[in-house]
């Protein structure tokens, strides 16, 4: 089964929260867009180079992140060239902790587009020891 047709891979469930932006993730616009940068980026994370793969809980589940943060960057929330496919692990990992010491937009962009992790083995696994992945619990 492709990604683009599997079930659930494009359209993620959504928990309930008062984020002010979580409704347009429910968006016909946002759904489509999504698919587009999974397809433009090839199902692969930009951040570690891994497949993506469908669903929610694996280190390895797709994510469409914003390079600037939708609540810091709200006017390019639908903008494709703001937007880029990163594994969960990622998203989880280095995204949210560049995004964490930060509040301004476009150091996060810079720090997220810098952060490279170098390198996967023949299974999609990262081999470098500072991708979340490969870090000790």
Request: charged share 20%.
């Amino acid at each position: 089964m492709s990604h683009q047709s599997a079930p659930g891979f494009l359209l993620p469930k959504f928990k309930q929260t008062n984020h002010p932006h979580t409704h347009k993730y429910k968006t016909a616009r946002w759904i489509a867009l999504r698919r587009e940068v999974l397809v433009r980026d090839l199902f692969t994370c930009r951040m570690c180079g891994v497949l993506l793969s469908e669903g929610r809980q694996s280190p390895r589940s797709a994510v469409v992140d914003h390079l600037e943060p939708a609540y810091l960057s709200p006017s390019l929330f639908f903008d494709q060239s703001n937007l880029w496919s990163v594994c969960k692990g990622c998203h989880d990992g280095p995204c949210a902790s560049i995004e964490a010491r930060h509040n301004d937009p476009s150091r996060i962009k810079a720090e997220k587009l810098n952060y490279v992790v170098a390198g996967h083995d023949a299974d999609g696994r990262p081999t470098s020891p500072n991708h979340p992945w490969n870090r000790s619990a």
